[in-house]
């Protein structure tokens, strides 16, 4: 029994405490994937400016926090800073160990439970509050019209 604590400790010592889902964690800067409400890569942060979004998630979720790679460009970090003040959300940024792609996770905005939510991509959203082109209403046919007599 004392030889396996022994082991334990020294596997400890040398590798750290075990983490439960690691890849998990460092793709979503940090969060378990059934926690992430919103997640964003660094290049549809630069070529997408998915700012409005951003605001309609938090608006839609409130009470849950806002996560920014820290890698993240200086401008595009104050823009998506100045939105989390105006709605009161809190944030906080994440480093990213190793090189930073324009796949690395850019921006996740997570529950500090499991949501569960099956979309949670940009593209899943923004198809969300994409307007479609509305149809104008039928015209209103009159009672005889159904009859093939119009009034003139």
């Given at each position: ?17 075990p ?45 849950h926090?806002?996560?920014?790679n820290?890698?993240l ?32 996770t ?15 991509q ?13 149809t ?17």
């Open positions: 029994m004392a030889e396996k604590d022994v082991q334990d400790y020294l596997e400890k010592g040398l590798y750290g405490a983490q439960l889902k690691p890849e998990e964690k460092k793709k979503f800067l940090g969060n378990f994937r059934e926690r992430v409400i919103l997640v964003i890569t660094m290049k549809e942060m630069m070529e997408k400016n998915p700012l409005d979004t951003v605001k309609n998630v938090i608006e839609k979720y409130p009470d926090q806002l996560y920014l820290g890698d460009d200086g401008a595009l970090q104050a823009e998506y800073l100045k939105v989390a003040k105006q709605l009161n959300c809190p944030f906080r940024f994440v480093t990213t160990q190793g090189s930073t792609t324009e796949e690395t850019g921006l996740v905005y997570a529950a500090s439970y499991a949501m569960h939510l099956e979309n949670i940009l593209a899943d959203y923004q198809e969300l509050t994409t307007p479609t082109e509305e104008p209403p039928p015209k209103k046919q009159s009672f005889w019209s159904k009859f093939g007599l119009s009034k003139k």
